[in-house]
């Protein structure tokens, strides 16, 4: 079993930063490839972007929506993972998930879609103003 905390969240103007932080633990929690997910009110969750599970920050992958503006990054050592957020948007408001997929591929990218995910936190929620 793995358990993750997610921290970080807020309330920020169009244009600015956030960073969240996810906290990993358990007797597992360095098998995982890690991810973001985000769902907004009325909408599906969707992935944001992941890392692999023997990359800090070079294997990684984001959705269209964030790229160039997000970046994830993890600390094995720390079990924890990054989710760097710049030049943010109203649309990017939304409850923000960590999520961990097992694999035994260190080089392995996390996949896209949320049933591929064994674990997931509880959430932080980041809202945008315009």
């Known amino acids: 079993q793995v358990q993750l905390v997610e921290t970080g969240g807020g309330l920020v103007q169009a244009g600015g930063s956030l960073r969240l932080s996810c906290a990993a633990s358990?007797?597992?929690?360095?098998?995982?490839?890690m991810a973001w997910f985000r769902q907004a009110p009325g909408k599906e969750r969707e992935f944001v972007a992941g890392v692999a599970r023997g990359s800090p920050t070079t294997y990684t992958h984001y959705a269209d929506s964030v790229k160039g503006r997000f970046t994830i990054s993890r600390d094995g050592a720390k079990n924890m993972v990054w989710l760097q957020m710049n030049s943010l948007k109203p649309e990017d408001t939304a409850v923000y998930y960590c999520?961990?997929?097992?694999?035994?591929?260190?080089?392995?990218?996390?996949?896209?879609?949320?049933?591929?995910?064994?674990?997931w936190g509880q959430g932080t929620q980041v809202t945008v103003s315009s």
């Open positions: 358990g007797p597992t929690s360095g098998n995982y490839a």
């Open positions: 999520a961990a997929e097992f694999t035994l591929d260190p080089w392995r990218l996390p996949g896209l879609k949320r049933d591929e995910y064994d674990f």
